[in-house]
């Protein structure tokens, strides 16, 4: 073999016409460039949406974590490393080709006499590429193996898939042949570093030269005409996410996961004729740029559908995938019809029924997992709004609490029982004009269910033995509004929210204590919309804080078999999850068991997304599900930071008949159970 500095190969061998090329070339961009304005053109349809433009050094390092280093896609571990073989091969690939382009379109186009591809460069594209090849049929087998052969349920299959499967197939083997065709064809030096087209070389060994010749053009025009037309379709078809994707990734939300969009319902409706007004989203060409966006970067890989809570207790109905996918195609035949007949279409009832948007429990799962980062709840939310506030439906149950909330200040009840509660238990309530270190929020599942004062009262307990100067709102402390804002009552969610900012305005504090993680969201994300920012801390965090500086010791050891349960509102949403398993380390002395949904992959408790107040009887109970989680792993005691939580998993021990052997207990009454009587 020549020195390896000399390797080299020669570019457009045996073409003719190269014209042709350029022509193909030209016509697969317009026809791609057609199909990317068309799309771009409907996201500029859409209204505003927020702040979607600030801080691009933090969006770009979005775009490279979720693109180039794949980090959602490989979160699972067979479909990540199919991707990851398709996505970093073509990558290669697509450089390779890039270089040979310079230097041929250089030389042709402009009379250069460029030598790039040569020596060190040749050597190192042309191992890779053949590298690439394999890796990218081997990802491709592994593609059609998941949808054909194990056919997971989450996974639609339809006939574009296959197709796309391939013609990418057919880029890499043609590809292949055509290097096979022009090493038989000549004499190679270099033809080991070749290897796979060299070893298919022999296909064409003993061919008449012309015979040859006609084989290697007919395979450099058919694999040219491959290139072009998949070039062409890539706006048309699922190679679009290469596009969408990235965009989105880069106007992803910065701010937190629990910051709903606000609409100023009182301005608006002071402004806007009857007829005119528009809260939330009633009509496909009503939806937001982004909103738009999203429909376009998602490729129904079914990642949502595989921890949506209410998929797995309902797979026949409820999915987050058709939630986009639906509407989707409403977008696309709306835009299509023209504005006339796009406006005819509701969303609801129309790519939907009524039924179907209120059983998502927002419990961000499917936002948490979605590869494109398409924001499911975001979109959902703003269909409530407009079926309740425009509309006027919503489902019974859910109904009847929001006109208690109207009334009463919050959806449990009448607001006496707080007041007489309080009263009794005797906490100490802070006044208007008084300050205090620290206000306890306790929360509405809290007191107005005589079962979880204990929660209230232990936490109580644990700060009076602290010496933690402390005081509660009492009769001043209502709903947080947060029921009604993921109900779509956003109209009552911004009256209560006005509410208790001038309620909590009237009293100094450092810090406002809550064991609700659903309160703690509203407080820390959302109150900040209408100007309100306080030290907002959840009492896993806070008695964490106390183990830790030695303000509590609490005794005993590890008693049975514990797990913990993360709370959608805490963990997915404000990332707290080290805080509750410390506080189980100091309290048992040992690591607590773990189910198979947890952390970040956590099973919602079935509470969320307003379902804590309305049955609406479709599947098995999600909180049957996470009991049967805990008792897989042997927990006799099930330990959690929320209210709702513990209500849900409570009912749960009781319809599986399994709670006389196991219990649900929040992680401020287990606390208070083991603080040693001297610890201070």
Same mark, same amino acid.
């Given at each position: 073999?020549?020195?390896?500095?000399?390797?080299?190969?020669?570019?457009? %061998?045996?073409?003719?016409?190269?014209?042709?090329?350029?022509?193909?070339?030209?016509?697969?961009?317009?026809?791609?460039?057609?199909?990317?304005?068309?799309?771009?053109?409907?996201?500029?349809?859409?209204?505003?949406?927020?702040?979607?433009?600030?801080?691009?050094?933090?969006?770009?390092?979005?775009?490279?974590?979720?693109?180039?280093?794949?980090?959602?896609?490989?979160?699972?571990?067979?479909?990540?490393?199919?991707?990851?073989?398709?996505?970093?091969?073509?990558?290669?690939?697509?450089?390779?080709?890039?270089?040979?382009?310079?230097?041929?379109?250089?030389?042709?186009?402009?009379?250069?006499?460029?030598?790039?591809?040569?020596?060190?460069?040749?050597?190192?594209?042309?191992?890779?590429?053949?590298?690439?090849?394999?890796?990218?049929?081997?990802?491709?087998?592994?593609?059609?193996?998941?949808?054909?052969?194990?056919?997971?349920?989450?996974?639609?299959?339809?006939?574009?898939?296959?197709?796309?499967?391939?013609?990418?197939?057919?880029?890499?083997?043609?590809?292949?042949?055509?290097?096979?065709?022009?090493?038989?064809?000549?004499?190679?030096?270099? #033809?080991?570093?070749?290897?796979?087209?060299?070893?298919?070389?022999?296909?064409?060994?003993?061919?008449?030269?012309?015979?040859?010749?006609?084989?290697?053009?007919?395979? %450099? %025009?058919?694999?040219?005409?491959?290139?072009?037309? %998949?070039?062409?379709?890539?706006?048309?078809?699922?190679?679009?996410?290469?596009?969408?994707?990235?965009?989105?990734?880069?106007?992803?939300?910065?701010?937190?996961?629990?910051?709903?969009?606000?609409?100023?319902?009182?301005?608006?409706?002071?402004?806007?004729?009857?007829?005119?007004?528009?809260? &939330?989203?009633?009509?496909?060409?009503?939806?937001?740029?982004?909103?738009?966006?999203?429909?376009?970067?998602?490729?129904?890989?079914?990642?949502?559908?595989?921890?949506?809570?209410?998929?797995?207790?309902?797979?026949?109905?409820?999915?987050?995938?058709?939630?986009?996918?639906?509407? #989707?195609?409403?977008?696309?035949?709306?835009?299509?019809?023209?504005?006339?007949?796009?406006?005819?279409?509701?969303?609801?009832?129309?790519?939907?029924?009524?039924?179907?948007?209120?059983?998502?429990?927002?419990?961000?799962?499917?936002?948490?997992?979605?590869?494109?980062?398409?924001?499911?709840?975001?979109?959902?939310?703003?269909?409530?709004?407009?079926?309740?506030?425009?509309?006027?439906?919503?489902?019974?149950?859910?109904?009847?609490?929001?006109?208690?909330?109207?009334?009463?200040?919050?959806?449990?009840?009448?607001?006496?029982?707080?007041?007489?509660?309080?009263?009794?238990?005797?906490?100490?309530?802070?006044?208007?004009?008084?300050?205090?270190?620290?206000?306890?929020?306790?929360?509405?599942?809290?007191?107005?269910?005589?079962?979880k004062h204990r929660i209230a009262e232990d936490l109580c307990r644990i700060l009076e033995r602290c010496g933690?100067?402390?005081?509660?709102?009492?009769?001043?402390?209502?709903?947080?509004?947060?029921?009604?804002?993921?109900?779509?009552?956003?109209?009552?969610?911004?009256?209560?929210?006005?509410?208790?900012?001038?309620?909590?305005?009237?009293?100094?504090?450092?810090?406002?204590?809550?064991?609700?993680?659903?309160?703690?969201?509203?407080?820390?994300?959302?109150?900040?919309?209408?100007?309100?920012?306080?030290?907002?801390?959840?009492?896993?965090?806070?008695?964490?804080?106390?183990?830790?500086?030695? &303000?509590?010791?609490?005794?005993?050891?590890?008693?049975?078999?514990?797990?913990?349960?993360?709370?959608?509102?805490?963990?997915?949403?404000?990332?707290?999850?080290?805080?509750?398993?410390?506080?189980?380390?100091?309290?048992?002395?040992?690591?607590?068991?773990?189910?198979?949904?947890?952390?970040?992959?956590?099973?919602?408790?079935?509470?969320?997304?307003?379902?804590?107040?309305?049955?609406? #009887?479709?599947?098995?109970?999600?909180?049957?599900?996470?009991?049967?989680?805990?008792?897989?792993?042997?927990?006799?005691?099930?330990?959690?930071?929320?209210?709702?939580?513990?209500?849900?998993?409570?009912?749960?021990?009781?319809?599986?008949?399994?709670?006389?052997?196991?219990?649900?207990?929040?992680?401020?009454?287990?606390?208070?159970?083991?603080?040693?009587?001297?610890?201070?």
């Amino acid at each position: 073999m020549p020195p390896l500095s000399e390797a080299t190969r020669p570019l457009m %061998w045996n073409v003719s016409h190269a014209w042709v090329m350029y022509l193909l070339f030209a016509a697969a961009v317009a026809v791609c460039a057609w199909g990317v304005f068309r799309r771009v053109r409907s996201w500029r349809r859409g209204r505003e949406e927020g702040e979607r433009y600030s801080d691009w050094g933090k969006r770009l390092k979005i775009l490279l974590g979720e693109t180039l280093l794949q980090n959602r896609v490989r979160r699972n571990i067979f479909p990540g490393l199919m991707h990851g073989l398709i996505f970093y091969s073509f990558l290669v690939l697509f450089v390779t080709t890039l270089v040979v382009m310079v230097q041929v379109d250089g030389n042709i186009l402009f009379g250069l006499d460029l030598e790039i591809f040569k020596g060190g460069v040749y050597v190192f594209f042309s191992v890779a590429s053949e590298i690439a090849g394999l890796l990218i049929l081997a990802g491709l087998g592994m593609a059609a193996w998941r949808r054909y052969v194990q056919k997971p349920a989450t996974l639609p299959v339809v006939r574009e898939d296959g197709l796309v499967l391939l013609l990418l197939a057919a880029l890499v083997v043609t590809g292949y042949l055509l290097e096979g065709a022009r090493i038989g064809a000549n004499e190679d030096p270099w #033809k080991e570093l070749s290897f796979v087209g060299w070893g298919l070389s022999r296909l064409f060994a003993g061919m008449a030269e012309e015979t040859a010749r006609g084989a290697h053009a007919s395979l %450099w %025009w058919l694999h040219t005409v491959l290139v072009m037309g %998949w070039i062409a379709l890539i706006p048309y078809t699922k190679f679009f996410h290469m596009l969408a994707l990235p965009t989105n990734a880069f106007f992803s939300r910065l701010g937190a996961r629990g910051e709903l969009r606000r609409q100023d319902i009182e301005k608006l409706m002071e402004s806007a004729d009857s007829e005119e007004i528009r809260i &939330g989203i009633q009509k496909p060409e009503e939806l937001g740029w982004k909103r738009r966006l999203d429909l376009d970067a998602c490729v129904s890989c079914g990642r949502c559908d595989e921890v949506c809570p209410a998929y797995l207790a309902d797979p026949d109905y409820f999915s987050p995938r058709q939630l986009i996918a639906r509407m #989707k195609t409403q977008l696309d035949e709306a835009d299509a019809a023209g504005a006339d007949e796009g406006e005819k279409a509701d969303i609801v009832g129309g790519a939907f029924d009524e039924e179907f948007i209120w059983h998502c429990r927002t419990c961000g799962a499917c936002v948490e997992v979605c590869p494109a980062m398409i924001e499911h709840v975001d979109t959902l939310v703003e269909l409530r709004r407009n079926e309740v506030l425009i509309q006027g439906r919503i489902p019974e149950e859910a109904g009847r609490a929001m006109r208690l909330f109207e009334t009463g200040g919050n959806p449990f009840g009448p607001h006496s029982e707080r007041t007489d509660w309080i009263e009794r238990s005797g906490l100490r309530v802070v006044k208007p004009g008084e300050s205090v270190d620290v206000l306890y929020w306790i929360g509405c599942c809290v007191t107005f269910d005589p079962q979880k004062h204990r929660i209230a009262e232990d936490l109580c307990r644990i700060l009076e033995r602290c010496g933690v100067d402390y005081g509660v709102l009492g009769a001043d402390e209502r709903c947080c509004g947060d029921p009604a804002r993921i109900l779509g009552q956003e109209m009552v969610f911004q009256q209560a929210a006005r509410e208790q900012i001038a309620l909590l305005g009237q009293r100094s504090f450092r810090t406002l204590l809550t064991g609700c993680p659903h309160c703690y969201n509203v407080f820390k994300n959302e109150y900040p919309q209408f100007g309100a920012s306080y030290n907002v801390v959840h009492h896993t965090e806070f008695i964490r804080g106390l183990i830790e500086s030695g &303000g509590i010791r609490p005794g005993g050891g590890a008693e049975g078999k514990m797990v913990y349960h993360d709370p959608c509102y805490l963990g997915r949403y404000q990332g707290i999850y080290e805080a509750p398993r410390s506080v189980l380390r100091a309290l048992t002395g040992a690591e607590s068991a773990e189910m198979k949904n947890r952390r970040e992959k956590s099973l919602c408790c079935g509470a969320g997304g307003g379902h804590y107040f309305m049955d609406l #009887k479709r599947g098995e109970r999600i909180n049957n599900l996470r009991v049967q989680q805990a008792r897989a792993v042997g927990a006799d005691t099930i330990v959690t930071g929320c209210a709702y939580c513990l209500h849900m998993l409570q009912d749960s021990l009781k319809l599986l008949n399994c709670d006389e052997s196991m219990r649900i207990v929040d992680i401020a009454s287990l606390t208070a159970e083991r603080l040693d009587d001297a610890g201070k």
